[in-house]
């Protein structure tokens, strides 16, 4: 089974994406968690995507999708795969409709209302080490990461204010328009993302009917 999770920056898919990637045992396919292991890395991907990421812009779509078809390629996603923001363009979706043809495969949306989003996103710090999340607010990060132990807690560079009303602009001008294309190809469920973290997990199973 293919899922997607798809929703704006903040909607909780990382979040959501690591409990159901657990639930289901199927591999967490996180884009932005690769593009960023490269750019720490610095190989060629990596400062390929780069300006697209400082920017909050899409990263382009071929670079993107031969990522994606490598890491898809890989034996553990052999038996299905749940990914967390892809595709998020329409040369994306359609990408995908061909590569998981005669696969079963479903959508989660998440929905969550703007000024909601900025808040989250604006307290959100994150371990650097190994991509932990806490928030300033609803859970204080504390001075070593409780996931590693190691004094790495940051505030991502993307997750400024400024750059995030342009992740938003661009959520809304590229990527939401790919959910009816995703619409015409699969079964999506929406869900709503506003909650305490187990409750909206609750919900997305429920969804499933898993
Ligand atoms: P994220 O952590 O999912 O918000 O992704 C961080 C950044 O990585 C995005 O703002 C984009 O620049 C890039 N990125 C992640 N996923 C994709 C994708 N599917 N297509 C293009 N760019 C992406």
């Not at 190994?130 to 190691?150: I, K």
Request: hydrophobic letters at 40%; proline letters at 6%; one cysteine or more.
């Amino acid at each position: 089974m293919i899922s997607m999770l798809f929703g704006p920056p903040g909607c909780g898919k990382g979040t959501q994406a690591t409990f159901l990637a657990g639930h289901f045992r199927v591999p967490h396919v996180a884009t932005g968690d690769i593009f960023r292991k490269n750019l720490k890395e610095g190989t060629p991907l990596g400062l390929a995507a780069k300006g697209f990421m400082e920017k909050g812009q899409l990263v382009p779509d071929e670079l993107t999708c031969e990522m994606v078809a490598d890491r898809i390629a890989a034996l553990d996603c052999a038996g299905g795969v749940l990914f967390d923001g892809f595709p998020r363009s329409l040369a994306q979706a359609h990408w995908l409709i061909g590569a998981s043809k005669g696969k079963a495969a479903q959508v989660v949306s998440i929905e969550v209302p703007t000024e909601v989003l900025i808040a989250r996103i604006a307290g959100r710090r994150v371990c650097s080490k190994c991509s932990a999340t806490y928030h300033e607010t609803y859970d204080p990060p504390p001075a070593l990461c409780r996931a590693c132990g190691t004094a790495s807690i940051v505030q991502r560079p993307d997750d400024q204010e400024v750059v995030v009303r342009a992740r938003l602009e661009t959520y809304t001008r590229d990527t939401s328009p790919v959910l009816g294309v995703l619409r015409s190809a699969f079964p999506v469920y929406v869900v709503d993302g506003v909650g305490a973290v187990e409750q909206v997990g609750q919900r997305i199973l429920q969804a499933l009917g898993a």
